[in-house]
């Protein structure tokens, strides 16, 4: 048994070294914005186009001016604007000189604010003679980390032909918030209102896949 262990060992050495040698590196790759990021701002467009109160004549055909509108995900807010003037009752055209009625759109914002709060001892560069400096890394007893959308939007609608006022929105703001919190070096938690309350299982089969059968063969 004793001559034996030494080729055990061997073995193992030699069965550790194939599976070291078998690992492989995947790299993966991701856009420059996070998911949480865009739907934070997609979600205060949508809570701030609720508000839109621009008045719109009933039938009338609109031509949407997006030329003063700025901010990221500025697309998106368009295209939102321009749904909610639908089911306000207006018709869209692309052709300014067809229009009845132009509807100026500007942003007052459209971006996202962070702050967090610590209750501990924050990350600090501490001065070492004759070293330069250390990093003292955060010490938090209590921590919140919060990000908030904001998106803020008003228009403006005249006579396509004469320039006459005939509409001004009220200054409609929209916020969303995500908020990461921990306490106690090992309790964390996050508070969000990005996304909807989601009912029943989250992944669904396709609509076209068969039924299937649990029993026994």
């Given at each position: 048994?004793?001559?034996?262990r030494p080729?055990?060992?061997?073995?193992l050495?030699?069965a550790?070294?194939?599976?070291?040698?078998?690992?492989?590196t995947?790299?993966?790759t991701?856009?420059?914005?996070?998911?949480?990021e865009?739907?934070?701002?997609?979600?205060?467009v949508?809570?701030?186009?609720?508000?839109?109160?621009l008045?719109?004549p009933?039938?009338?055909l609109?031509?949407?001016?997006?030329?003063?509108?700025?901010?990221?995900?500025?697309?998106?807010?368009?295209a939102?604007?321009?749904?909610?003037?639908?089911r306000?009752?207006?018709?869209?055209?692309?052709?300014r000189?067809?229009?009845?009625?132009?509807?100026?759109?500007?942003?007052?914002a459209?971006?996202?604010?962070?702050?967090?709060?610590?209750?501990?001892?924050?990350?600090m560069?501490?001065?070492v003679?004759?070293?330069?400096?250390?990093?003292?890394?955060?010490?938090?007893?209590?921590?919140?980390?919060?990000?908030?959308?904001?998106?803020?939007?008003?228009?403006?609608?005249y006579?396509?032909?004469?320039?006459?006022?005939?509409?001004?929105?009220?200054?409609?703001?929209?916020?969303s918030?995500?908020?990461q919190?921990?306490?106690?070096?090992?309790?964390?938690?996050?508070?969000?209102?990005?996304?909807p309350?989601?009912?029943?299982?989250?992944?669904?089969?396709?609509p076209?896949?068969?039924?299937t059968?649990?029993?026994?063969?």
């Amino acid at each position: 048994m004793i001559a034996l262990r030494p080729a055990i060992s061997l073995g193992l050495a030699l069965a550790v070294t194939a599976l070291v040698a078998a690992c492989t590196t995947e790299r993966r790759t991701a856009p420059s914005r996070t998911a949480s990021e865009q739907l934070m701002l997609s979600s205060a467009v949508d809570r701030a186009v609720q508000n839109l109160s621009l008045e719109v004549p009933h039938g009338a055909l609109v031509f949407v001016d997006a030329s003063w509108f700025e901010g990221t995900d500025s697309r998106y807010a368009v295209a939102a604007i321009r749904e909610r003037l639908l089911r306000r009752g207006a018709r869209l055209t692309a052709n300014r000189e067809q229009a009845d009625m132009v509807v100026e759109i500007r942003s007052g914002a459209l971006s996202i604010d962070e702050n967090a709060l610590v209750v501990g001892i924050p990350q600090m560069d501490v001065p070492v003679p004759l070293a330069g400096t250390f990093a003292l890394p955060e010490i938090a007893l209590f921590k919140r980390d919060r990000r908030q959308g904001v998106a803020k939007f008003a228009a403006v609608g005249y006579d396509a032909r004469t320039g006459e006022l005939i509409s001004v929105s009220d200054m409609d703001v929209g916020f969303s918030e995500q908020t990461q919190w921990s306490a106690l070096f090992v309790l964390s938690w996050t508070t969000s209102d990005i996304l909807p309350a989601q009912d029943g299982p989250v992944l669904r089969p396709p609509p076209d896949s068969p039924p299937t059968d649990n029993r026994k063969q």
